[in-house]
């Protein structure tokens, strides 16, 4: 058990839909990470949160929105996505965003037709 | 060309083979970490390193911080260590933020 949950762990979408995923941690953590995985290619951040506050975000687009309510719970908001957004997200957290050990979620598959 | 670049990008082995698997990198790191995705996605952190040799029962993980290079050997390899193994570095700079391999696909055979 990681400590880092995510669900929904698959998602097929349109490009005119709204979803969400959520990512919820039960490690105490204070930091909050969204990263995407698209075939071939490395892990890319896409969002930090520390202690509630986005503290990076790292040239992403409008149309993927984060939540962040709490230091336990982490939302993206996704709307008109695009083919090429289709990944998986994976979500992350760590006692505070500074240097420390990054425990994942097992992440949430996007398919955008 | 990638800040991380890891070797070999795809890896057979027979069960109870020596693996290596090697990460060279470009930047200034503070820390080093080596994780493991199984296929449908989760990923375990192995190790963080920023210094010599860390070993967790048959992986072990080395670190040349002059050289920029670090490997990820296991010894007497079994099937069930199949999965991508992801080289990612904490930069000096950049508080947690890390920078990824893009991976390494080990296939053990039985």
């Known amino acids: 058990e990681t400590g880092v949950t995510q669900t929904p762990r698959h998602l097929v979408m349109g490009m005119t839909n709204k979803k969400s995923l959520k990512c919820e941690q039960h490690?105490?953590?204070?930091?909050m990470y969204w990263y995407k995985q698209s075939a071939k290619k490395p892990l890319e951040l896409m969002f930090v949160?520390?202690?509630?506050?986005?503290?990076e975000n790292n040239s992403v687009p409008s149309r993927f929105s984060p939540e962040c309510p709490n230091s336990s719970h982490l939302f993206l908001h996704l709307h008109t996505l695009q083919p090429e957004d289709s990944a998986l997200y994976l979500c992350a957290s760590s006692q505070t965003s500074s240097y420390n050990e990054q425990f994942f979620g097992p992440g949430t598959r996007l398919t955008v037709l | 060309k990638n800040e991380v670049e890891q070797s070999p990008q795809n890896l057979t082995a027979q069960e109870g083979e020596f693996i290596t698997i090697n990460c060279s990198y470009s930047v200034g790191i503070s820390a080093l970490h080596w994780l493991q995705q199984h296929p449908g996605g989760g990923i375990v952190s192995l190790f963080m390193l920023s210094s010599g040799k860390k070993k967790h029962g048959r992986l072990i993980a080395t670190i040349n911080i002059q050289e920029k290079h670090s490997s990820l050997h296991i010894t007497a390899s079994h099937p069930r260590d199949s999965a991508v193994y992801i080289c990612a570095v904490v930069r000096e700079t950049s508080g947690s933020r890390l920078t990824f391999g893009e991976g390494t696909q080990l296939t053990v055979n039985p």
């Open positions: 490690l105490g953590h204070n930091a």
């Open positions: 949160y520390n202690f509630k506050e986005q503290t």
